[in-house]
């Protein structure tokens, strides 16, 4: 049997991103549909979206949407069906998608938000005329309140649909004062310690994670972290009272968009039996980057620039980094403070380090292709992206061992590498000793060219693609609808 299923997000790549939620959100209907999902995305109309939305079909019209006209149009994400909320009074604005041109946070997000949420309800409760829908499958606080609409105040007379929340990182909880509960639109009872409420105000990502049938993160070991307080980031307590309702399912990456063997930003395209290739793909980063060549590995990040991602450790490793020979290519934004350290950085080791603060998915790309090693110290990370695309091109990562890090990646220690199975370096815990020593490491590796082609080669071959994990939701997905 078929399943019909509309996954919530607030990105999706081609269309819009931030970070890897779009990454999965824009590859997930390609990755269900071998295993008989149709995945219909449900996307905000951001003036990015509305662009793409060519003769689309109005499915509804609100007079007021969360006190906004909005509509719901049919429209197409790649080949695949795609719903636009659109709704001009909440999205068509210039800026970011969740802040203004400076940064700061829209202060209607929970408005803004809710409403799609709500949407989401209205879609699976058979308001606009489109085959049922079998199943909601709702992604981050951005679509939190979807399952919470669908559990308090369905459609009215509306069979009940099972809903997924899948949490892809913790630390973003959409919490909002308790004023905003009255203009929601929820029964009273939803103002609950198993609703919606939080810490007395409202908490989306919580509303939803107590609503749906069955909470999943993004790797297995970030689906047991968020058990303790260290990285639950309050919701711990949450996810142990839900057991077994709480799964970890790893991202794949999209080889459509990530293939070195076709991927048109490289030089010189290449594969696991022509890594010789990859030469001219570093001289070119090089020269992007204002590097001088060396004899040592061209390390690179890409990465938003936070504490999460372990930045500020990163600088204090740098200049031990290059005093051993490293050489450093850096893509990112964020934090203010941590982008001029980082350019200072670059000031005082002109050819070794090169920084480019901003946002360039070919760059990103680029550095893939002509890096020798990833750097990837992130003090939590519920699954991570970088270091998949790291893998698929002989990029070999260096990643502390957390979330789904530690479930991607296999350290070069010598049983491994006899073994024929290390795909990257691991390191416990984000501080500058373990760092620094896993630099050293890795340098060491770089010297052993047969021991480090052998860790391109293995990593190359690590199969992250989206098969199995794709197979691993639709089972969820019919674990659930049979189970209704
Ligand atoms: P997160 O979603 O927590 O930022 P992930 O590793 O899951 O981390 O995904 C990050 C995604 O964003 C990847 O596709 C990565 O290549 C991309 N990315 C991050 N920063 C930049 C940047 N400055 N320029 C281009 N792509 C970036
Ligand atoms: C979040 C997480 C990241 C994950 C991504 C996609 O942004 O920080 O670890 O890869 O979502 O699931």
């Known amino acids: 049997m078929a399943l019909n299923v509309l996954s919530v997000a607030s990105e999706a790549v081609p269309l819009v991103k931030t970070g890897g939620l779009a990454d999965v959100a824009g ?185 749906a049938s069955v909470i999943t993160t993004v790797s297995p070991t970030y689906a047991r972290e968020i058990r303790s307080a260290e990285f639950g980031m309050g919701l711990e307590g949450l996810v142990v009272s839900r057991g077994d309702r709480v799964r970890g399912i790893v991202n794949g990456i999209d080889h459509a968009e990530w293939n070195p063997a076709h991927d048109a930003q490289l030089p010189a395209n290449f594969t696991a039996r022509s890594l010789g290739k990859r030469a001219a793909n570093k001289r070119a980063l090089e020269e992007e980057f204002g590097l001088e060549p060396g004899d040592g590995p061209l390390f690179i990040v890409v990465s938003r620039l936070t504490w ?48 480019r603060i901003g946002y360039d998915e070919g760059l990103s790309h680029r550095m893939q292709g002509g890096g020798d090693a990833i750097l990837v110290p992130s003090r939590f990370e519920p699954c991570g992206l970088t270091q998949l695309y790291g893998l698929a091109y002989g990029c070999v990562p260096v990643v502390a061992r957390t979330g789904g890090l530690a479930d991607t990646v296999i350290d070069a220690n010598l049983a491994a590498i006899a073994a024929g199975a290390a795909t990257g370096v691991q390191f416990s815990g984000v501080d500058y000793p373990t760092l620094a020593a896993a630099v050293s490491r890795t340098v060491a590796l770089y010297h052993q060219p047969d021991v480090w082609r052998a860790i391109q080669r293995n990593a190359m071959k690590a199969d992250f693609s989206w098969n199995s994990s794709g197979s691993a939701y639709a089972e969820l997905y019919r674990e659930l609808v049979s189970a209704q």
């Open 27 to 211: 590859a997930l209907p390609a990755a269900l549909a071998p295993h008989g999902v149709r995945l219909t995305t449900l996307l905000p109309g951001y003036p990015a979206v509305m662009r793409t939305v060519k003769r689309g079909k109005v499915l509804h019209t609100y007079d007021s949407l969360l006190g906004e006209p909005a509509r719901l149009l049919s429209s197409k994400l790649g080949d695949h069906p795609m719903i636009v909320l659109d709704a001009p009074g909440f999205y068509a604005r210039e800026g970011g998608l969740y802040g203004d041109p400076a940064g700061k946070d829209w202060d209607d997000n929970w408005r803004r938000f809710a409403a799609l949420g709500r949407a989401a309800a209205d879609v699976v409760g058979g308001m606009v005329k489109l085959p049922k829908f079998d199943l909601l499958h709702a992604h981050d606080w951005q679509a939190g309140m979807a399952p919470a609409y669908l559990r308090f105040a369905p459609v009215a007379g509306s069979a009940p649909v099972p809903s997924v929340m899948t949490v892809h990182n913790m630390a973003f909880q959409g919490y909002y004062a308790r004023e905003v509960f009255k203009y929601l639109g929820l029964p009273k009872r939803a103002w609950a310690i198993d609703g919606v409420e939080y810490h007395k105000g409202v908490s989306f990502l919580k509303a939803g994670m107590e609503a």
């Open 308 to 355: 999460q991602k372990g930045m500020d450790v990163l600088l204090e490793v740098l200049d031990h980094l290059v005093g051993i020979g490293g050489r450093l290519a850096l893509l990112g934004s964020g934090d203010r403070a941590m982008e001029a350290e980082l350019a200072a950085a670059a000031a005082r080791h002109p050819g070794r380090i090169g920084v």
